[in-house]
């Protein structure tokens, strides 16, 4: 298997000769050139993912015993998941504590049980209202948002939570604190101000941290 290995990700012949020819024909070599360099990538990222394959189906050898590709794939998917539920709080057995109908006012923390119910209710998606009517709707990046700040006073309660996406997040944070704060924290000097967002009918090209 080593060999096999190894002689597939020698340079192929084509590679060796464009790098040969010099000056001859010196755009075919450039394109024979990247097209072998191109090649033995794929085989290197391809012998990376099957190597990791391997060490995955021996440490599951005892627990998925001849468990093929598929299912080692399968189990690796099924962990990304179930921490994504779990940074979600969307967890199969939650505590029975209920949120915090009063909440904490300066605390930017989020109770586990605030948290999955935002998610519920928003459905996991982007709940900025658009101009043109309706909201934003992306499952992108959507994070849990304070409607109002924590720093004048906001709550971690339901009523003043949201689910928005990144860009969202941080275009309603420049709407409710300012470009002159936010600029400390994530404005590009390379980039103008952002007038608005796309789809908006604000306009603008979302510069600065709401575009990264």
């Known amino acids: 298997m080593a060999g096999r290995i190894g002689a597939a990700l020698a340079a192929p012949a084509g590679f060796k000769g464009a790098m040969r020819a010099g000056g001859r024909g010196e755009g075919r070599c450039h394109h024979r ?3 072998a360099y191109s090649r033995r990538s794929v085989i ?3 012998f990376r993912i099957l190597k990791k394959l391997e060490t995955a189906r021996l440490a ?3 627990s998925m015993p001849g468990a093929d590709a598929e299912a080692i794939l399968s189990a690796g998917l099924d962990l990304l998941l179930a921490r994504d539920a779990k940074n979600k709080a969307l967890v199969e057995k939650p505590r029975s504590t209920p949120a915090d109908p009063e909440g ?3 605390s930017d923390h989020v109770p586990a049980a605030v948290r999955r119910e935002v998610w519920k209710r928003d459905q996991g998606s982007c709940q900025f209202p658009l101009d043109s009517g309706g ?4 499952r992108l990046r959507v994070q849990v948002d304070h ?3 924590v720093a004048p006073g906001g709550k971690s309660v339901p009523g003043n939570m949201r689910i928005l996406c990144a860009r969202h997040n941080l275009w309603a944070a420049r709407q409710k604190l300012g470009h002159g704060l936010m600029n400390r924290y994530c404005h590009d000097p390379r980039q103008p101000l952002p007038a608005g967002l796309p789809g908006n009918a604000s306009g603008g090209g979302g510069a600065g941290c709401g575009s990264r």
């Open 135 to 138: 909201v934003c709707g992306s």
């Open 104 to 106: 904490a006012p300066g």
């Open 44 to 46: 290197v990222k391809a």
């Open 60 to 62: 599951l050898s005892h």
């Open 147 to 149: 409607i109002i700040p």
């Open 33 to 35: 050139s990247r097209t």
